[in-house]
């Protein structure tokens, strides 16, 4: 059973402050990760997209991958309050193309002002 | 561009009916999913379709199923509601070559009563 497993939280942090938001996956043939974030009440959105070891960085979010630990990270730079919300680690694997994601139950994210 | 389109928003049920539910992708995509998201489970995978195929199916009892349309639009059907089918059924749609990650829609939110 392929399993991606996140803290549940709840992760506070201060405005302006650093948030970073961890997420383990057990199949090590996965290829392609991805970071949703979901507000109370609405669908997930699509925040990151990370296919190789390293980092990605997009405006205040960077997106690191390391293959060897299993290990997705989502750094969010300079939290702001509405970046709360619950943010949600996706992993897709070597199924041949198709586009199934296994989800982590997500870290409930909260920036105080 | 338009997006996901689930329809109807909520429906409320009662128990040993049978419900249908319908998602329009975004144009241009071949691969529609959908999910079961509820408090205590997180999201959980129900099935996927490419090009009118059945590409991939996750565990669920044969109570929920689904087909795909030639304009690639969706529907998913649950026959003989139980009260634990209560949840928001999520549809997802990507180009379908793999790795692109989903649009979700806003989502069917289903009362069992």
């Known amino acids: 059973q392929k399993e991606v497993e996140q803290n549940s939280g709840p992760l506070s942090v201060p405005e302006g402050a650093i948030a970073s938001l961890n997420c383990t996956y057990s199949?090590?043939?996965?290829?392609?990760f991805f970071w949703y974030r979901q507000y109370s009440g609405k669908s997930p959105e699509l925040i990151m997209s990370?296919?190789?070891?390293g980092d990605k960085e997009d405006g205040r979010f960077t997106a690191q991958l390391n293959k060897a630990s299993q290990y997705v990270s989502l750094l969010i730079r300079d939290s702001q309050p509405s970046d709360s919300a619950t943010y949600l680690c996706?992993?897709?694997?070597?199924?041949?193309?198709?586009?199934?994601?296994?989800f982590g139950k997500g870290t409930k994210l909260t920036v105080n002002p | 561009k338009a997006g996901v389109t689930q329809t109807p928003r909520y429906l409320i049920k009662t128990r040993g009916q049978q419900v249908t539910l319908s998602c329009s992708p975004i144009?241009?995509?071949?691969?529609v999913s959908w999910y079961q998201q509820t408090p205590g489970q997180g999201l959980q995978f129900l099935f996927e379709?490419?090009?009118?195929?059945?590409?991939n199916k996750g565990n669920f009892p044969g109570r929920f199923s689904g087909r795909q349309f030639s304009n690639s639009r969706s529907e998913m059907n649950v026959s003989t509601l139980e009260l634990g089918d209560s949840a928001l059924y999520l549809c997802?749609?990507?180009?379908?070559?793999?790795?692109?990650?989903?649009?979700f829609g806003s989502g069917t939110r289903l009362t069992v009563v």
């Open positions: 997802a749609s990507s180009p379908g070559q793999g790795g692109y990650g989903y649009t």
């Open positions: 199949d090590r043939g996965s290829q392609s």
């Open positions: 990370i296919y190789s070891n």
């Open positions: 996706a992993v897709n694997g070597p199924q041949g193309g198709s586009e199934k994601l296994v």
């Open positions: 144009s241009g995509h071949r691969s």
């Open positions: 379709y490419f090009s009118e195929t059945q590409r």
